[in-house]
């Protein structure tokens, strides 16, 4: 079993849509969950970042981990075509501990 | 705004023969990844440098894998002979010591595409 797990989608929604995208994990150890967006052919960005439990927003973007259910999600209101891209949750541990991705998830914002 | 370099972007080889991937970091920060990604996957860890020094190594293939950082700086990634499962993405990534946004922030490359035939 992976540390982190994923759903790839595709997930293909219209624009203006509600997005949710998710996350399990294992590792009880994880404090820093972040997300980064992967645009076609392009490396990753940091898009949020979480340290420990809560909820952080930013703009369009709401960022939630629930470390005793071991699951973060992502929101994405009014989705916008130009947010169509791969989602990849990450995970570490404090101090210099890797960073664990999971597999992506594909989304399509259609106009 | 600083970035991290890759080159090739884009290389098509044959089995068996030799490749290298270099990266040069954002200017200042002490630690650089080398990570692997698959079509349909997510980056995995091939190493990590602080500064010159190797501190983390365990997925790489030794066998065939190389990477060495000499000066600190800027980093060059070898594999030697490729092999067909070699195909993906070879991401380089770089983070400063401490971060002013997360600790351990990765900033990427765009990356370097290989096709082994």
């Known amino acids: 079993q992976k540390e982190v797990e994923q759903d790839p989608g595709p997930l293909s929604v219209p624009e203006g849509a509600i997005v949710s995208l998710n996350c399990t994990y294992s590792n009880s150890a994880f404090q820093y969950f972040m997300w980064y967006r992967q645009y076609s052919r392009k490396g990753p960005e940091l898009l949020m970042y979480t340290y420990s439990s809560g909820n952080k927003e930013d703009g369009r973007f709401t960022a939630q981990v629930d470390k005793s259910s071991k699951y973060i999600s992502l929101f994405i209101r009014d989705s916008q075509p130009s947010d169509s891209a791969t989602y990849l949750c990450a995970m570490k541990r404090t101090g210099g501990f890797k960073t664990i991705f999971g597999a992506g998830t594909r989304l399509f914002v259609k106009a | 705004e600083a970035e991290v370099a890759q080159s090739p972007r884009y290389k098509i080889t044959e089995k068996s023969q030799a490749v290298a991937f270099w990266c040069d970091p954002i200017s200042g920060h002490a630690t650089l990844y080398w990570y692997r990604q698959i079509l349909g996957q997510g980056p995995e860890l091939l190493v990590q440098?602080?500064?010159?020094?190797?501190?983390?190594d365990s997925q790489l293939p030794k066998d065939r894998f190389s990477a060495e950082r000499l000066k600190g700086v800027d980093s060059t990634l070898k594999i030697q002979p490729a092999e067909l499962g070699d195909s993906a993405m070879y991401l380089c990534?770089?983070?400063?010591?401490?971060?002013?946004?997360?600790?351990?922030?990765?900033?990427f490359g765009e990356g370097s595409r290989l096709t082994v035939l």
């Open positions: 440098f602080q500064d010159e020094s190797v501190v983390d």
């Open positions: 990534a770089s983070s400063p010591w401490t971060s002013g946004r997360v600790a351990g922030e990765l900033f």
